[in-house]
């Protein structure tokens, strides 16, 4: 069983700064990729950033300059480090990753609980 558990996240003002961090825990072997996905209300989840086991970089042309995703491999965790924030980017975050619980195991996604991000003012 693997279980990720997010922390971080809340209400913010238009311009400020946010950071969240998942951990992932339990049976397993390897994570691959490691990332954020968001929901808005009324639309579909969109992936944010990702980052793979070694460190390459993906991000959404909406977040890209502003968000940055980093990873600790030795503490199975990711981070999502957001700046500039605009209203646009109200949504639930979730986290995910790719694991492989067992050597040679084929990797599945897991998924944090999610975590709400409100910018207002």
């Known amino acids: 069983q693997v279980q990720l558990v997010e922390s971080g996240g809340g209400l913010v003002q238009p311009g400020g700064s946010l950071r969240f961090s998942c951990k992932a825990s339990?049976?397993?072997?390897?994570?691959?990729?490691m990332g954020w996905y968001r929901q808005a209300p009324g639309k579909q989840r969109e992936l944010v950033a990702r980052i793979t086991s070694g460190g390459s970089t993906y991000y959404s042309d909406s977040v890209k300059g502003r968000f940055t995703i980093s990873r600790d491999n030795a503490e199975n965790t990711v981070s999502l480090q957001m700046s500039s924030l605009k209203p646009e980017d109200t949504a639930v975050y979730y986290c995910?990753?790719?694991?492989?619980?067992?050597?040679?195991?084929?990797?599945?996604?897991?998924w944090g609980q999610g975590t709400q991000v409100t910018v207002s003012s």
């Open positions: 339990g049976s397993i072997f390897t994570i691959y990729a």
């Open positions: 995910y990753a790719d694991i492989a619980s067992i050597r040679g195991g084929v990797p599945v996604d897991y």
